[in-house]
């Protein structure tokens, strides 16, 4: 059985970090476009960071640049989201979603239509 699932998520004070995992099992994650994605209450599910697995090149969003690393460890069939400097405006729901490479090569990060496989998201809330 294909799966997506995410865990490290939770209660975070502005400023401090959180590391999410996004653990892969019926299927290896050596070729694929992995994502992360977050949606917050009343708002559009953003696209955050893209990885690919085959050779570890990422992208970003504008809003996390500088802030969020993601990687992979394809031992352990899982990539990471490690964020540091969170703000208030980082709470969502972050899902984390494959694909196939051609997302990446093409450019197309953070079109959720083309991801095949989906997490069922991870709670992140950035509050003092």
């Known amino acids: 059985q294909v799966q997506l699932v995410e865990s490290g998520g939770g209660l975070v004070q502005p400023g401090g970090s959180l590391r999410l995992s996004c653990a892969a099992s019926?299927?290896?994650?050596?070729?694929?476009?992995i994502g992360w994605f977050r949606q917050a209450p009343g708002k559009e599910r953003e696209g955050v960071s893209c990885?690919?697995?085959?050779?570890?090149?990422?992208d970003y969003a504008d809003s996390v640049k500088g802030r969020f690393t993601i990687s992979r460890d394809n031992a352990k069939n899982t990539v990471y989201l490690q964020m540091n400097s969170l703000k208030p405006e980082d709470t969502a729901v972050y899902y984390c979603?494959?694909?196939?490479?051609?997302?990446?090569?093409?450019?197309?990060?953070?079109?959720?239509?083309?991801?095949?496989?989906w997490g069922q998201g991870t709670q992140v809330t950035v509050s003092s």
């Open positions: 019926g299927f290896t994650l050596d070729y694929y476009a």
């Open positions: 979603a494959a694909g196939p490479p051609i997302i990446y090569y093409s450019g197309s990060y953070y079109l959720a239509r083309l991801y095949d496989y």
């Open positions: 990885i690919s697995t085959s050779d570890g090149s990422t």
